[in-house]
């Protein structure tokens, strides 16, 4: 009995470099986040594409035909959530035609439900907020322990629909552990002299990478979310600036940077351009640099 | 096979237990506070997980409660099961047949206990997307149209339409949606119907009341139009506001193309009574309607749209003889957008075209009209859209008689639930009369929100 036990365990890895060489998962994302994420443990077992590009508005992205033609092959449709891609992916994953990745069949995955997720509005929420997003603030990919839990999420679904690279996908998983728990020391450590510092930000895409790296966010640019910012808040956000000698703007690539220049004019505050997203330019291309690009710059914008 | 299954958990769990060892006699070591912090990190990590769990249960998995082939009750669950082996990562290799193994437990257990109606809040996760689109409509200026014309003009100030909508995922194989609309003369079911998902061979069908696939302005509802009203060729040729809307169902696929290029086909079958299109007099006057569209990207802010459509049915005949005719209609429509993904919200333009040609059976002769519109409208701020419209259409009935006209557009959105627009419109009939006017709409939204059409 044992014996066949061991011989059953030796041709079940004798068994594992062959199921290797089968297809490629279709892996496509609604962000380039996820796309990363998705790319570091899947590695060479998938194929993965992201509908929005990082520079891109994720809440206004258009609806073309040509998304489906990349839907309707994909094995594994994953999304940020929260109501963020509400705008335009419902209708792309109807027409795709394809029954793997509609809402709730096995290949459509929510990585909000890995994530810690801030900004739960309690109580009545009502449009009077601006576009609120009822569920939570769906940015919450820039916190590396977020980045981390939906890594873990990915890997197991994957894993999931190709048995055969499970384990794999996990070894790329704990490769992806380790690196980011050496690269999070190194942020942690870059931004430690900053701690508590004030920034402001157009949109509030950055709750999440605040609250990771005790950054203190004063205010928005924009009055309330998705409404465009109104002179006489413009000129209270420059009050408040004033009086809580905050020095620093940051504003995502997909904003008009008119509103933020005056800011920066009649506060003295410096104004960045900041990455959300990876490929946000054309040099950030994995969920690493993502991180590294918005480091140099805050610790440029700060000292 | 659970042989292989047991032999391997078992190796695994052998493989395991030397690292759970190492971890148990590490305390003793100084590095009593990273583990301490790891402790806490796995705790919350549990938390969120948890937390996770529960924010998925509220929504959508809500609809996993419900009765379900076993099949498709596990599929919901497999989210959550991956998150059941999240606690002890760095302590257990994670084997899929675990995983499996849970899933499956998880899935029955849902699966067990259905919850039907109930006043809990679960309940009300399941109640459909609801929204209501709100469209006012105030005109000034002169439009008297005359006796043989198509065109209604606006009354001074009217409630032109109040549509709900409710829309939900009805089981894991369908979707449904629901537009009624109430204007002033009534309620109208403007779209329901059922939409098959899960179709193989990458097929999606309807069936239930919808607009037909007729070339683009046909497809649209009144609130995402970029004009107060409807080009002229709609009215005179295809049915004015209501279109080409009909009972019956509709098959749609992409079809195979070149690289990058997006086909698609559609071939719809219908009652036959639209408006003033067609008319069935008995159930074979069924009308179809056909459509095939070819996209494609020409970079990545510029894209092509080409359709063409057909569609066939039965009309009354006219006054002089009424009777069992056959309407034919052939459509082509363009549309090319612009839109710079870096400032999306900020500009953009979309420049579209149809061209209609209609044959119509009636006594004494068919009449062949023909009709037209060309429009344009630029985003130049991220409130502010301005555009042209130019209408050019004969009448179906009556091909010797052409009506033209054109309209300039202003729109202001407060937010993206509300919308103020302005239109000029001048009109000139075939009969020699004119209308200027001054269209003013708001346009406000409640609820779900909507999807951008495209």
Same mark, same amino acid.
Not at chain 1, 122 to 130: L, S
Not at chain 1, 149 to 166: H, N, Y
């Given at each position: 009995m044992k014996r066949l036990q061991i011989a059953l365990v030796l041709m079940g890895l004798l068994f594992l470099p062959i199921a290797s060489q089968a297809k490629k998962l279709n892996v496509i994302t609604a962000t380039t986040d996820m796309a990363a994420l998705a790319q570091e443990v899947g590695g060479d077992r998938i194929n993965v594409e992201s509908i929005a590009k990082g520079y891109q508005d994720p809440h206004f992205v258009e609806a073309k035909p040509s998304f489906l033609l990349k839907l309707r092959q994909a094995d594994l449709l994953i999304t940020v959530g929260l109501q963020l891609e509400i705008g335009w992916l419902p209708p792309l994953i109807t027409q795709s035609g394809n029954r793997r990745i509609q809402v709730g069949? +096995? &290949?459509?995955?929510?990585?909000?439900q890995f994530a810690e997720i801030l900004e @739960? $509005?309690? &109580?009545? #929420?009502?449009?009077?907020? &601006?576009? !609120?997003?009822?569920?939570? +603030? $769906?940015?919450?990919w820039l916190d590396p322990d977020n980045g981390r839990? #939906?890594?873990? /999420? @990915?890997? /197991?679904?994957? &894993?999931?629909?190709? $048995?055969? /690279?499970?384990a794999y996908f996990q070894e790329r998983f704990q490769d992806f552990d380790k690196k980011l728990t050496v690269a999070e020391q190194k942020w942690d450590a870059e931004m430690a002299p900053f701690r508590g510092n004030k920034v402001v930000t157009y949109h509030n895409s950055f709750t999440n990478f605040a609250k990771h790296f005790h950054l203190n966010v004063i205010g928005y640019v924009e009055p309330r979310p998705g409404i465009p910012p109104t002179p006489s808040h413009t000129l209270d956000l420059i009050g408040l600036m004033k009086?809580? +000698?905050?020095?620093? !703007?940051? !504003?995502? $690539?997909?904003?008009?940077l008119k509103t933020p220049n005056s800011i920066g004019a009649a506060t003295g505050a410096k104004v960045q351009v900041y990455l959300p997203s990876v490929g946000g330019e054309k040099q950030v291309t994995t969920y690493f640099e993502l991180f590294d690009y918005d480091m140099d710059l805050l610790k440029k914008a700060f000292q | 096979m659970k042989k292989a299954i047991l032999a391997n958990t078992i190796s695994i769990a052998l493989l395991c237990a030397p690292f759970w060892g190492q971890q148990a006699s590490a305390p003793q070591a100084n590095a009593q506070n990273p583990e301490l912090e790891q402790h806490i990190r796995e705790l919350e990590d549990r938390v969120i997980a948890l937390e996770g769990k529960i924010r998925t249960m509220e929504s959508e998995k809500a609809a996993a409660a419900q009765p379900q082939p076993a099949q498709s009750t596990a599929q919901p669950e497999s989210g959550t099961a991956a998150q059941t082996t999240v606690p002890s990562p760095a302590t257990t290799v994670p084997s899929p047949q675990i995983a499996n193994e849970t899933q499956a437990g998880l899935a029955n257990a849902a699966g067990q206990l259905p919850v039907y109606g109930g006043s809990s809040a679960a309940a009300k996760a399941l109640n459909p997307d609801i929204s209501v689109i709100g469209d006012f409509i105030g005109a000034a200026g002169g439009n008297t149209a005359p006796p043989l014309a198509t065109l209604q003009p606006f009354p001074s100030m009217e409630m032109h339409e109040s549509e709900i909508g409710l829309q939900a995922i009805i089981d894991p194989y369908a979707r449904g949606d629901f537009f009624i609309s109430f204007g002033e003369q009534g309620v109208n079911l403007e779209e329901g119907y059922i939409t098959f998902t899960a179709l193989p061979a990458g097929l999606i069908a309807k069936a239930g009341k919808m607009r037909s696939a007729f070339g683009k302005v046909n497809t649209l509802h009144n609130h995402v139009l970029p004009w107060v009203d409807r080009p002229l060729v709609t009215t005179n040729l295809v049915g004015g506001e209501d279109g080409i809307d009909d009972a019956g169902f509709s098959l749609q696929r992409i079809l195979p193309a070149p690289k990058g290029i997006f086909l698609e086909a559609t071939g719809q079958v219908f009652r036959g009574d639209s408006d003033d299109v067609f008319a069935a007099q008995q159930r074979s006057d069924v009308s179809t309607v056909e459509h095939l569209r070819g996209y494609r990207d020409i970079t990545e802010s510029t894209n092509v749209d080409i359709g063409v459509s057909y569609a066939r049915g039965h009309n009354n *005949?006219?006054?002089? =003889?009424?009777?069992?005719?056959?309407?034919? =209609?052939? *459509?082509?429509?363009a549309t090319v957008r612009w839109k710079p993904l870096r400032r999306s919200i900020y500009h953009s333009f979309v420049g579209r075209s149809e061209f209609i040609w209609s044959q119509r059976q009636q006594f004494p002769r068919e009449q062949r009209a023909f009709g037209m519109y060309a429009s344009g409208d630029y985003q130049f701020g991220r409130r502010w859209f301005a555009g042209g419209r130019f209408d050019w259409s004969e009448r179906s009935q009556f091909d010797n008689l052409t009506d033209k006209g054109a309209a300039a557009t202003l729109t202001y959105w407060p937010s993206e639930f509300s919308q103020l627009r302005g239109e000029y419109r001048f009109t000139r009939y075939a009969e020699n009369r004119d209308g200027n006017e001054l269209l003013m709409q708001l346009i406000f939204s409640l609820g779900a929100h909507g999807a951008h059409p495209f």
């Open positions: 069949a +096995n &290949g459509y995955l929510d990585a909000s @739960i $509005p309690t &109580g009545t #929420v009502t449009r009077a907020m &601006g576009d !609120v997003h009822p569920l939570g +603030n $769906p940015h919450y839990r #939906v890594a873990r /999420g @990915i890997a /197991g679904k994957l &894993g999931e629909l190709d $048995p055969s /690279g499970a009086r809580e +000698n905050c020095k620093l !703007v940051l !504003v995502e $690539p997909y904003f008009d | *005949g006219n006054v002089t =003889l009424p009777g069992d005719f056959i309407t034919q =209609l052939y *459509g082509v429509d």
